[in-house]
């Protein structure tokens, strides 16, 4: 590699004084520009002392009267907005792109607006990283790397955006969940191949969400034997929620196994949804063990609930004891 991290450079296209972070790859460099980093092919970047040796020095001739022509105003670049973008970029362990090392995954804003975000990465319903942060405009934005091994965890991307500067059109905050299984990355790796190109990326929205006027959502009920009026979510937050079917507070004489899974997840659901708006710390749920099927589908929710810190079923097999936490 002719470039080594520390080294000042050219950026050939856009004319601009860079520093080099970090090698990604054979032929991607990491660099930074004013504190903005983002990544950039070995041949479009260049020594200044290069750049300066090969450019010559133009010859001075003085105006002839009546030759001089006004100067042309400059031309208004307009660049096209894609939307918010999650980027990924292998990393290889040898030259020959054979096996991957890691993941560097950055956060690309190819919009006009700027952003507040808090993110967060979850492996197996835990938080293992988190951090809040705000992109400018057209800016990349580094995160962290991710060893290749770790997708089989299936780990998920969790932000919550905001604009920098409030719009009552658009919404007060959008969040977005990503998730990208090892089966499903092998296949972005082999296409990213096949297409020559060096990152694979994932869509967080186009353009921010306008404001929509709140609609009450329907309410799953088997047989309508939870209404709106059931109270018994409607008191204070509990942190302890029993879901066999004596403790529910609802008849389920002649329900299905189908319809009381149904009930039990969403009475759990709704104790839950109420702790985190309570801002808990924690909740037990007591679930039963049985063939694991409600345990199963409680654990699915939480994986894909940014505010669980994590959760536990192993002091007692009916039981899940879950930990919350909040970054504001």
Request: charged content about 25%.
């Amino acid at each position: 590699m002719l470039f080594e991290p520390g080294d000042q450079v050219w950026l050939v296209h856009s004319g601009e004084r860079a520093t080099v972070v970090n090698i990604l790859s054979e032929d991607m460099l990491e660099v930074d520009v004013e504190g903005i980093r983002f990544p950039v092919y070995a041949d479009q970047v260049e020594f200044p002392y290069f750049r300066d040796f090969t450019s010559q020095p133009k010859s001075i001739r003085k105006p002839i009267p009546g030759d001089v022509l006004p100067a042309e105003k400059p031309q208004q670049v307009t660049r096209v907005e894609t939307g918010l973008w999650l980027q990924f970029f292998p990393v290889y362990r040898t030259s020959s792109e054979d096996e991957i090392e890691r993941i560097k995954i950055f956060l690309a804003n190819e919009t006009s607006l700027g952003y507040q975000m808090i993110y967060r990465l979850m492996k197996q319903g835990i938080t293992e990283f988190a951090f809040s942060q705000e992109i400018r405009p057209f800016s990349h934005l580094y995160l962290h790397d991710v060893l290749f091994e770790d997708f089989n965890d299936k780990p998920v991307f969790y932000f919550q955006v905001r604009l920098s500067q409030p719009d009552a059109t658009k919404q007060e905050s959008y969040e977005k969940r990503i998730s990208i299984r090892a089966r499903e990355l092998f296949l972005l790796v082999e296409q990213m191949h096949r297409q020559q190109q060096a990152s694979f990326s994932k869509l967080i929205f186009q353009s921010y969400p306008n404001a929509v006027q709140a609609e009450q959502m329907p309410v799953f009920s088997p047989r309508r034997l939870v209404s709106e009026n059931w109270t018994g979510v409607r008191s204070q937050p509990a942190y302890e929620v029993d879901l066999h079917a004596d403790k529910l507070g609802v008849n389920t004489a002649g329900m299905s196994a189908g319809e009381l899974l149904e009930l039990q997840v969403q009475i759990f659901s709704r104790h839950f949804e109420r702790a985190i708006a309570s801002r808990q710390p924690h909740l037990k749920v007591i679930h039963g063990i049985g063939k694991g099927v409600l345990r199963d589908r409680i654990h699915e929710i939480l994986r894909q609930t940014p505010e669980v810190s994590y959760f536990t079923n192993d002091v007692n097999p009916g039981v899940t004891q879950i930990y919350l936490t909040y970054l504001r």
